[in-house]
């Protein structure tokens, strides 16, 4: 089975420009290929996450991945799926950002012996003459099949600002750019990106009178259509200080059943083969799939070693032998404490298990939580100081565990 055969097969592709040529080159030739980056947080999380799994494949395959840091794009910010402007980030915090992403990509893609690239736009789109850039590039673009694209119509009733309508420009630029450069043909991105992709092919043809190479992945969505990857702390990070192992191992395994076989297609380098056999089970069998989903997937973000610990941590919790050595731990201060007292509800908040008093309210009324085995029912519930000694064990529902100690 060729890689493009594999992609298709587990699902990977959503849209593609010219799906013969792509195939043909993937199967016959060595590419270069690229994926862009925006640095608008100090870490990746899982929906890039499925873009560095196919960035992987295709280097197991023979071609050369270039790894595009948005240092310049993330100046305007990409206003896909966006109902507001993104917040602005100085050019210090974006460098940062950037450089984290690098570490993080280098664990999934290998850069040695010019096996892959990594490249950051803002070293051509930063010192753009701007009169110069618009009669070079500008004058390409029309504003009525720009207003057309998804991106920028999802935004017009509540208001696009100039700054993010320049976007597309910006990333279609990209693309003119590593192709002349790195003569890269193709340009991998989420399904969201269709628009902006059209346009670096479309600028390229024009400037360059040379075809280039669209192909858009499919967005990692629930089976009602919402994206995967949100918890109680938001986004579902790859960085372990943002999101620990344990937590990262315990939202695969609790994913809804008529995802899990999904996911296993599109996330795991699992034999599609095997994947497939495993379409008809149901019950404990689908929790047997679930736990390797959540093995797998820990293994490759955090290392071998934190996914045995993951695995074991819920094991023992699920028999309630608890293991608090690797379970998510928030450590209180005596700041924290009013008259040596904390209340439940301010606590849960704290620990990031609730977002509100008012959710938390409601989830003690309706017995969802337990402190060290005990059901609590009571919203006005105070706690000791001296209760932290020794630490403390909560349970939120029926699969959530969180260890509370004291600085």
């Known amino acids: 089975m060729t890689v493009f055969e594999e992609l298709k097969r587990r699902g990977l592709i959503a849209q593609t420009t010219h799906e ?3 195939k043909q080159i993937l199967e016959n030739e060595q590419c270069k290929f690229y994926i862009g980056f925006d640095a608008t947080a100090d870490s990746l999380h899982v929906g890039h996450f499925l873009q560095l799994i196919v960035m992987k494949r295709l280097q197991q395959a023979g071609h050369i991945p270039i790894a595009l840091l948005g240092t310049g794009t993330t100046m305007i910010g990409d206003p896909t799926g966006r109902t507001d402007m993104r917040q602005m980030l100085s050019k210090d915090e974006i460098n940062s950002n950037a450089e984290r992403f690098k570490n993080q990509i280098s664990k999934f893609i290998d850069f040695s012996n010019n096996k892959a690239m990594v490249v950051q736009n803002g070293n051509w789109l930063l010192n753009l003459n701007y009169i110069e850039f618009l009669r ?8 009525n099949k720009m207003l057309t694209a998804e ?8 208001g696009l600002s100039f700054l993010e309508f320049n976007y597309m420009i910006m990333q279609s630029y990209d693309f003119l750019k590593l192709y002349q450069d790195f003569n890269c043909k193709i340009q991998l991105g989420g399904d969201d990106q269709w628009s902006n992709i059209l346009g670096g092919i479309d600028l390229i043809r024009r400037v360059e009178q040379e075809e280039a190479y669209g192909l858009t992945l499919t967005l990692l969505t629930t089976k009602d259509g ?3 990857g949100k918890t109680q702390k938001g986004a579902l990070w790859l960085d372990p200080e943002k999101c620990s192992p344990y937590e990262f191992f315990q939202y695969w395994r609790n994913v809804d059943d008529a995802d899990v076989i999904k996911c296993l297609k599109l ?11 495993m379409e008809q089970w149901e019950g404990s069998k689908l929790n ?3 736990e390797m989903l959540a093995f797998e997937l820990t293994k490759m973000v955090h290392g071998e070693k934190a996914a045995n610990e993951s695995l074991q941590t819920a094991k023992s919790l ?17 700041d924290n404490f009013e008259d040596n007292n904390i209340g439940i509800l301010n606590m849960l908040v704290m620990c990031n298990l609730c977002k509100s008093n008012g959710e938390a309210r409601r989830l003690v009324v309706q017995g969802g939580i337990s ?19 020794n630490g403390l064990t909560i349970k939120k529902g029926k699969k959530v565990f969180h260890r509370v100690t004291l600085k």
């Not at 070079?136 to 504003?143: L, N």
């Not at 991106?151 to 509540?158: E, I």
């Open 20 to 22: 013969e040529k792509i």
């Open 136 to 143: 070079k590039v500008g004058r390409y673009f029309s504003v």
């Open 151 to 158: 991106c920028v119509k999802s935004r017009m009733q509540n």
């Open 226 to 228: 919402k994206k995967m």
């Open 267 to 277: 996330l795991t380098f699992i034999p599609i083969e095997e994947i497939e056999s």
């Open 288 to 290: 047997d799939a679930k």
């Open 318 to 334: 699920f028999s309630n032998k608890i293991d608090d050595e690797n379970m998510p731990t928030t450590n209180l201060s005596d």
């Open 371 to 389: 402190i060290n085995g005990e059901k609590i029912t009571e919203p006005k519930t105070m706690l000791n100081k001296n209760q932290f000694l």
